[in-house]
């Protein structure tokens, strides 16, 4: 009987030890489970920027005006040069039609004063010849010289005034050639900001133009210390707030090196040109930039 208590007692003890080890390895591979790896720092360079068309123009008039017809829609091609929108002219016409008035007038006075010159001098040329004769005093002589200068005055006097009027003439027929806005690169009317009818004010923007060919993010987010770590070529990666999921890696292709003083820190334009595009971005939508530095 006491041989049968000591081999019970025996697996007991050999039990109680193979759990103790088995509960001692158990918790040992769940502590080395917990051990918490090296977190490996972010050296991206985080920034918010916004979408551009490479090529774009900005239209606005040169001069002031009733509004008498816009030529283009949002969404209509265009190409350079074409007419967007034409002022009311009639003025600008106006002030084409004197001016033109007075420079032909001037053209005229020109012309009389270089015939009354002519008279002049071949008079002067015969009071000459007479006093050669011994018909004439010295003093009708010096009339005719002096007869010649003014009218030699008067001439130049109406040329300077020709030259006045031509140059007010070509003036006018420039004013009256900004009457009409004409777009200055091939493209897609994204913007107009102005209804026939309305008063545009000169260097208003009423147009807006992009080649949708080619587009690009811009950011003026990067401080000084920020950009000093990104160079041109370095990878980007780009996601949208406006299209959850999209992701589009691309480039930095230019580095604005002025910088400006924003929101208190020195603050510097990069430039990012994606590998591919999405159709559904659109030009002012925003992006969040990721720059992974060499």
């Known amino acids: 009987m006491g041989a049968v208590k000591r081999y019970w007692l025996l697996c007991l003890i050999v039990i109680l030890g193979v759990t103790a080890g088995t509960w001692w390895w158990l918790n040992k591979q769940q502590e080395e489970k917990q051990v918490v790896q090296p977190v490996k720092a972010d050296t991206r360079v985080l920034a918010e920027g916004i979408v551009y068309p ?147 004010v000169a260097g208003k923007v009423l147009v807006r133009i992009a080649d949708e060919s080619s587009w690009e993010v811009r950011s003026d987010d990067l401080t000084e210390l920020a950009v000093a770590k990104v160079k041109v070529g370095d990878a980007v990666m780009l996601t949208f707030d406006s299209i959850p999921g999209l992701e589009l890696p691309a480039r930095v292709k230019f580095i604005r090196s002025y910088g400006e003083k924003k929101r208190g820190d020195m603050t510097y334009t990069v430039f990012i040109a994606p590998d591919r595009w999405d159709e559904r971005l659109r030009w002012n939508m925003t992006a969040q930039i990721a720059i992974t530095p060499f």
Request: charge should be negative; proline fraction near 2%; hydrophobic fraction near 40%.
């Open 54 to 200: 490479v090529r774009y123009a900005e239209m606005a008039m040169p001069v002031e005006g009733m509004v008498g017809e816009v030529l283009v829609k949002e969404g209509d091609k265009v190409r350079a040069g074409q007419p967007t929108i034409r002022l009311m002219h009639d003025e600008y016409q106006n002030r084409v039609g004197s001016a033109r008035s007075s420079a032909a007038g001037a053209t005229a006075a020109v012309e009389q004063a270089r015939a009354n010159l002519a008279d002049a001098e071949r008079e002067m040329q015969r009071q000459q010849r007479l006093e050669k004769a011994g018909a004439v005093t010295r003093q009708k002589i010096e009339q005719a010289g002096t007869a010649v200068e003014q009218k030699r005055a008067a001439l130049a006097q109406a040329q300077a005034e020709l030259i006045t009027g031509e140059e007010k003439t070509a003036e006018s027929e420039k004013l009256l050639d900004k009457t009409e806005l004409r777009a200055p690169i091939d493209g897609t009317v994204s913007f107009i900001d102005v209804k026939v009818g309305e008063y545009a």
